[in-house]
């Protein structure tokens, strides 16, 4: 019989997944689980109607564009101004949070993790969600850790999720021609792979309680950058207790004047990179909603769930790549690192200056040292440049494996830096987080990070 519902279900989902397929043609899927950060007006909107009260209805739900659909739109539900008209449409449709699980459904995924209510293990227990995202919701409570009690943030996942998400990626054609959009030449395979994984990793909370502590010590003691502890004793596969972290939100900062917003952008800027090219980690997530910003400078990073770890061949790639382009300016040899790559098909019918004038335009905040202003404009160009199907060189441009989701940084940390209109000379501030250039601090951030690291020695 379950068998039977499970079948039903996955037909169902799979029917919407096509309809969607239809509706955005050879278009990009993302994914829209917006977060939603709030106290009080959180609360207001919970309608108990509405719960979740059994795993049946979780995957009815998720059914209806959440799961593993849902989670690839956030990857673009912030670029709307760049993508095309019918992917915007449909990606409008998948950024809406799941309703809640009734108090009863959270309380048997603790029994089932920890063989206990829910209410014995915190000292106190605010059974109302304060956030909803695409595969779980998140609790305030108290832990005694130690001597003392600790606010904490308690992640649980919806019951019956992995297997709607499951029935999601294994409908790869599907969703490979849904993600070839915008490249002509896009052997899907590479990349549905590369997600399929990803998205594998995501649903085990053991695994996002390891990157997240990864990070954590990483950045342990760091004047601007804080990443919230992780609590072991209460995590589990399902279920993810960490610190829990108060403050301003993106809306926020948007309303802050500009070198408050500088500052931040600059943060951001750094925390990205110091971790690519330091410990060869990249957080895939770079969503306005998983940051919390502090009054004294400080930036929280939050969901660790979707993080790429990077071979050492890999990272010497990249850095090639930014050497040639943006410190030699060396057209030649950057045509033939990126065909070595993958990233551009080594019989393409086009001139190298081409090529170099195409793959420029993701070097050009960093190509030259000056004082610039990042703007929307830009990012947005960048979106529509990467999915510009009448573009001749986009007919034999490709992503390989490796990097799927490296290129969030072009298309999302990007238009996060547009949404701030970040100003500050961005070559040198990159100099001293390429390993290959390695420089001295040039801002008054940089100052401070470059005391930690002679404190830490990274």
Known sequence: ????????????????????????????????????????????????????????????????????????????????????????????????????????????????????????????????????????????????????????????????????????????????????????????????????????????????????????????????????????SRSTSKVLTTELVTGATWADVLTWDQAARDKVAESIFRFVFRSLYRFRAFNGDPHPGNYIFHEDGRVSFLDFGLVKYFSEAEMETFQCMIKAAAIDHDVEKFRSIVEDAGLLRKDAPITTAEAGSYFSHFYEPVSESREMTWTSEYATSIVRHTFDRSSPIAQYATVPKSFVFIQRINLGLYALLGQLGARGNYRRIAEELWPMTNSPASTPLGRMEADWLASVRH
């Open 1 to 232: 019989m379950r068998h039977a519902i499970r079948s039903r279900t996955r037909l169902r989902r799979n029917a919407r997944i096509a309809a969607l397929g239809a509706k955005v043609g050879f278009g990009h899927a993302g994914t829209a689980a917006r977060k939603v950060f709030a106290g009080a007006a959180r609360r207001e909107q919970l309608s108990r109607a509405r719960e979740m009260r059994t795993a049946q209805q979780v995957a009815a739900e998720l059914g209806d564009m959440k799961g593993a659909l849902m989670k690839l739109g956030q990857m673009a539900s912030y670029l709307d101004d760049g993508l095309p008209e019918p992917l915007r449409l449909a990606l409008a449709q998948l950024q809406t949070a799941a309703p809640p699980m009734s108090h009863d459904l959270v309380d048997s995924v603790f029994m089932d993790e920890f063989g206990a209510l829910p209410s014995d293990l915190f000292v106190t227990w605010d059974p109302e969600p304060i956030a909803a995202a695409s595969i779980g919701q998140v609790h305030r409570a108290v832990l005694r850790d130690g001597e003392d009690d600790v606010a904490v943030a308690v992640k649980v996942q919806y019951p019956g999720v992995a297997d709607a998400i499951e029935s999601d990626i294994r409908t790869a054609d599907l969703l490979g021609t849904l993600l070839a959009f915008g490249f002509k030449s896009l052997d899907p395979d590479a990349m549905v792979a590369e997600i399929k994984e990803r998205l594998t990793e995501e649903l085990d909370y053991r695994r996002e309680a390891q990157n997240q502590q990864i990070f954590a010590d990483f950045y342990q003691g760091h004047p601007f950058i804080h990443v919230p502890k992780v609590f072991t």
